[in-house]
């Protein structure tokens, strides 16, 4: 499958953004989903998954409350709504797709070129 993530930009702190993710190529229904995020000088973070049909989340203590992934199958299409932006969520952020397994998914196979989100003060 191929991913492409897009919506990042600049945003002043307490802002909102709406991340999206193209998927193409396989049945998107059979992929979990997940962002991860890298800040410069920092390890690569997962902030958020859903399952297949959506119906569970997670997302990471940094995000949680103020971030909501979402995804529509029928249009192949993956989210990452973000509300109440923080200069520290400054990062390229990622989707990636995972196939069946642990909770929340580790193991990702197909990742997006990542979209750049910047938040300022």
């Known amino acids: 499958v191929q991913l492409q993530a897009s919506g990042g930009g600049p945003v002043q702190a307490g802002g909102s953004l709406r991340l999206s993710c193209a998927a193409s190529?396989?049945?998107?229904?059979?992929?979990?989903m997940g962002w991860f995020r890298q800040a410069p000088g920092k390890d690569r973070e997962l902030v958020a998954a859903i399952s297949l049909g959506g119906g569970a989340t997670y997302y990471s203590d940094s995000v949680k409350g103020r971030f909501t992934i979402s995804r529509d199958n029928a249009k192949n299409v993956g989210y990452l709504q973000m509300k109440s932006l923080k200069p520290e969520d400054t990062a390229v952020y990622y989707c990636a797709t995972a196939r069946a397994g642990d909770w929340p998914p580790k193991d990702y196979s197909y990742w997006g070129q990542g979209t750049l989100v910047t938040v300022s003060s």
């Open positions: 190529g396989s049945t998107f229904s059979n992929y979990r």
